[in-house]
């Protein structure tokens, strides 16, 4: 059987191989030895894979939507609560922070590029926690996952992209977490920078498209009738 993906280490193997045996502060290829010139290219089209599968989960949910809307009955639109103008607002604006961590980065302004990381990240709990509350407006007001079919997909779709954002969260943590740990090495080996920003293309590859996902499924349910 198998192994399954269980970690952004997971698809970084995928993405260019195993690691030969190394120290840890040299990122596991040895101590003289200087990391491959890997593409970028290999890390993106490794997330595209990825990307292509999340896209098919989410086209197959929006037919079942599209059939499931179009046969009426107790079909009963929700206005959407306020909260989620507000949680699309900072979900948008992780994208711009994680484009400015980019660049910084590609300055090799190392330390400033992971703060900008780390506030993305914040940004994208805040916007999970909102999620949570517009759940929890929905149910003070009785509004629960069987009440009618509208809201029966406004909670399976909110769930479903909540969780791939969730996802998304842990591997920044990750990638944080290693700019944090390397970021002395990353300044003076420009090799490793490169390796570094291309993981982290990767990530914003990610992170950008749950954005989008999440602007098209709000039109989805609240603005195309």
Do not use: C
């Amino acid at each position: 059987m198998a192994k399954p993906i269980t970690s952004l280490r997971d698809f970084e193997t995928i993405a260019v191989g195993p690691r030969p045996p190394g120290r840890p502060e040299d990122g596991g290829r040895g101590g003289k030895e200087q990391p491959p010139n890997l593409p970028e290219g290999s890390y993106r089209l490794a997330m595209l894979f990825a990307l292509a599968s999340i896209g098919m989960l989410f086209l197959g949910f929006t037919s079942a939507y599209i059939v499931r809307q179009g046969l009426g009955g107790d079909w009963q639109p929700l206005d959407p609560p306020a909260i989620l103008w507000a949680n699309t607002l900072m979900l948008l604006g992780s994208s711009v922070t994680l484009h400015r961590s980019r660049t910084l980065l590609r300055r090799e302004a190392i330390r400033e590029g992971v703060r900008w990381l780390s506030l993305t990240m914040v940004l994208g709990l805040l916007f999970l926690a909102g999620q949570y509350g517009a759940w929890r407006q929905l149910v003070a007001q009785g509004v629960y996952l069987n009440t009618n079919p509208h809201s029966s997909f406004f909670y399976l779709l909110t769930a479903a992209h909540g969780v791939h954002v969730l996802g998304g969260i842990l591997g920044l943590g990750y990638i944080t977490l290693r700019g944090w740990r390397w970021r002395l090495i990353l300044m003076g080996t420009p090799d490793r920078l490169k390796h570094y920003d291309a993981l982290v293309g990767a990530a914003a590859l990610y992170w950008h498209f749950m954005d989008g996902l999440w602007v098209y499924l709000f039109i989805l349910l609240f603005l195309w009738r």
